[in-house]
């Protein structure tokens, strides 16, 4: 297989950080199901692309799903405390995130309840003195990287909640070995506002600007399907 020819729209393929050029190739899949395996889909689409010394980047979706951990929604019964919560989380054109029953329920029991708990009453003190983002970083990163439907899902995704991979550092290694130890390897949580690196075979300084070249998300956020990317260093 070979990279996707052309960036996605609206984004470019090569970008400068701190004096130096990355190219960022976005590698075009299938639409992966719960029923594939992460190393198949790595072997049929990334590992002939990847070249030494290159980053190969992987998003959290498809390491989650492939780890069986989407749901439909009709297999979520959110709780009332669900439901109440939700109504009071911001929504944004570019995700959902917790602003959903069936999203704040998974957050529930993925975190815990008094964790949400806590999250949600710092975030609304906090909130009416003008500051944002308290909730997600006390209820932490399992609880940001729960993937909502939006209406640019690729289907089935749009009528299903992803949650965040399990051990995403092993995971990076495991691909890292898989593609022959010569490229780096990342999983990463990038949307349209921001991102996290969630595992990668980087030190810190590495991911730091690992965020900064992957600053505007050129995966891009609807129906792209592209969810592995190559760095390589121009």
């Known amino acids: 297989m070979t990279p996707a020819s052309a960036a996605n729209d609206g984004k470019a393929l090569e970008t400068s950080v701190d004096g130096k050029k990355y190219a960022r190739i976005p590698l ?19 590992a002939d692309a990847v070249q030494p ?39 944004t054109p ?26 949600a009453a710092v975030s609304a003190v906090t909130k009416a003195f003008g500051r944002r983002g308290d909730f997600y970083r006390i209820a932490g990163d399992r609880a940001r ?3 909502g439907p939006t209406k640019h899902t690729i289907p089935p995704y749009n009528e299903a909640v ?16 898989l593609i022959g130890g010569t490229a780096d390897v990342a999983v990463v949580d990038i949307n349209d506002i921001g ?13 730091q600007t690992l965020l900064k070249v992957l600053g505007d998300n ?14 390589r260093a121009v």
């Not at 570019?94 to 708990?117: N, S």
């Not at 891009?220 to 592209?226: D, L, M």
């Open 28 to 46: 075009r899949t299938r639409v992966v199901m719960p029923e594939d395996d992460l190393d198949g889909i790595i072997h049929e689409y990334a």
């Open 218 to 231: 050129p995966l891009g956020q609807g129906r792209e399907s592209t969810p592995l990317g190559i760095v």
């Open 195 to 207: 991102g996290n690196i969630l595992g990668s075979t980087l030190d810190r300084a590495g991911e």
């Open 53 to 91: 010394g290159d980053l190969l980047f992987v998003t959290e979706k498809i390491v989650a799903i492939t780890q069986g951990r989407s749901y439909r929604l009709d297999e979520i019964t959110p709780r009332k405390l669900a439901l109440f919560l939700s109504k009071y989380v911001t929504r």
């Open 145 to 147: 990287a729960i993937d």
């Open 94 to 119: 570019y995700g959902i995130g917790l602003g959903m029953p069936e999203t704040m329920e998974m957050a529930l029991r993925e975190c815990g309840t008094p964790r949400i708990l806590f999250a």
């Open 162 to 177: 992803v949650l965040g991979p399990k051990d995403p550092r092993g995971v990076a290694q495991h691909v890292k070995n």
